[in-house]
Structure formats: structure tokens, C-alpha cells
């Protein structure tokens, strides 16, 4: 039969389909295989095309060229220089299109994936994002910086080379800002953060979790959204990424690895989207709110119903996609 699982982060409520349920191979990705050069003379993020994108706000140098590259987002979708205003006509409301958006360029080579990525590469792109999570938050126009990933085009992507995106917004967005009130409603009943709650349950459990290492815990969560949904849990209690340690960041890089490994080799390397899910830094000491990264293989498209119900459909049991990635071997 069917079941309603509640996702408590959100207070979204998914049908966890069992009746249609396929087995876990059953979601591998159907998409042709196609073999991409390491380099494409029309890319602009390709190693030699540097003038085709704005100039860069940070890099990573490696002999005469770079390692990480991270620049404006040529077509942004905020504007960086404008003010911060906001006008109230009426129940009109609006904020002057304000905000920074950068483009971080994983790698020179065209072909890479992260699951692929030496892991010092990984820490490296990690700590890209830690600088300028901080810095855009810096910002006092700045009210949310969202740090993400799209790859492939099932995820929003049509730029085939590796990079990732941050984006700092004037307000904090609708989704932010009701994780945190549901987090404070949870602490406000019980004293206790949701996340670390959700973290000691699941390992109890164990049926969901994939693994874990030192200071991370990965685990499809019990009303996962979609197939293969998977959290990255830090251990520590902190609000913000921004208060990540180095040892932290050496951590998740091999954590945030292993997990798309894992996609890439079980799930026949499928499109997907990683998205960190943080305070902000003024906001780190928190007791009710914990940041942890969503990540989202995009296996199926959503439709009209989880569109008009914000109910999601999820064709597979998380329990037994847990176990599915746990035995899958990684290099
Ligand atoms: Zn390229
Ligand atoms: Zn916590």
C-alpha cells in the first residue's frame, strides 16, 4: 500500500509510491553516452577563453594557468551594482533587482565530473565557496547566499564544463525562511535542533543511511522527496556553513565525493542538482538551526500534481535505495 511520509524540515508530506515501485537499478539513467573532449575551443570556461567571461573575482593559479576560476555570472540574474530599495504600492510590493552572482569554475578540464575530481580538488572548491559565502555575506544589501550546483540539462544546465554557483539575494527566500520557522517551532517544543534529532534517530535506525565519516552523516531521508534524495549531515551543531572548519572542509569534500561517486557508478552517472542549505553567518551560533546539503539525482521529472500540491511522488522506497548505494563500491 501506498504511504504519506512527512518530511518534518519542511512539513511537506510525500507519497512514498511502494505499488509502483521499481527496483533500484530500475532508476539508472537511460541518457546516451557520449563522450566529451577535455577541451572545447568554443567553451567559454575552457582554459585559453578567459576573455570571454568577466574578470575573474577569485582563482586558484597552477603553474601558467588556474585550477578554479570563479567569475560574475556574465548573464546574472541579480545586478550587483544596483541599491537595495524597496517600494510599497498598495499590496504591490518589489525590491530593486540587487544581488551577486558568481560562477564557480570546478576544473579547466571540459570533460570532468566531481565524482571523478582528485579529492585536494574537491577541498579546494569547497573552500572556494566557504571564502565567498562569507564575503557575499559581508555585503549588509546581502539577506540570503544560496550555494548550488546544476549538472546536466535534467538538472537546468545547458553549460556542459564543471562549475557550481552562488547566488546572494536582498531578502531571504519563502523556502529559507520556513525550514527556519519550522526549526524554531520544533526547538520551542522540544528544546532540541530537528536536524541533530533527525541525525541520532537515523543512526539508531540505520536502514537509511549510506555511510558516515568522522564529522558527517549520509542519509536518504525518511520522506525523501525523490529518488535517491540524499542529506549530507554535518555532526557538529552550527548554524552556518560559514563556521565549517578546515578539517570539516577536508571532511565533506570526501563525503560530497563518495555520494556522487556512488550516483555516477550505480545510477549510471545521472544529472543532478547539490545545494547547501545555511544560515547565515551572523546566525551560526543558532541552537534550532543546523545546515546540512540537499542532494537530488534527477531520475524523473516532477508533474502537474507536485506542482498544484506541493506532494511529491517518490517511486522508491527510501529504506531500500539506502541500501542500494551502501553496497555500492566506490574507488
Ligand atoms: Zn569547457
Ligand atoms: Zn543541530
Known sequence: ?????????????????????????????????RILPEFVATCPFC????????????????????K???????????????????TNKGLRHSISGFGIHDIVIETPLHNMTTALLPLEEVVEIIRAYKKRFIEMHSDPRIGHVIIFKNQGTGAGTSLEHPHSQLIGTPVTPFQVRSRIEEAIRFFDITGECLICRIMKEEKEDGSRIIFETEHFVAVIPYAALSSFHTWLLPKRHVGSFSDISDEEMSDLALNLKIVLSKLYIGLSNPDFNYSVRS????????????W?????PRLSASAGFEMGSG??????????????LRNVKVP
Open 1 to 33: 500500500m501506498p504511504e504519506l511520509r512527512l518530511n518534518l524540515i519542511t512539513k511537506e508530506w510525500v507519497i512514498i509510491s511502494t505499488e509502483k515501485a521499481k527496483r533500484p537499478d530500475d532508476f539508472k539513467s537511460r541518457k546516451r553516452g
Open 47 to 66: 582554459p585559453g577563453n578567459e576573455d570571454k567571461t568577466p574578470p575573474e573575482v577569485y582563482c586558484i593559479p597552477e603553474s601558467s594557468k588556474w
Open 68 to 86: 578554479i576560476r570563479i567569475i560574475p555570472n556574465k548573464f546574472p540574474a541579480l545586478d550587483r551594482e544596483a541599491e537595495r530599495a524597496r
Open 279 to 290: 544560515n547565515r553567518p551572523n546566525d551560526a551560533k543558532s541552537e534550532y538551526f543546523h
Open 292 to 296: 546540512y546539503i540537499n542532494i537530488m
Open 311 to 324: 506532494i511529491f511522488i517518490n517511486n522508491s522506497l527510501p529504506e531500500e535505495s539506502a541500501e542500494y
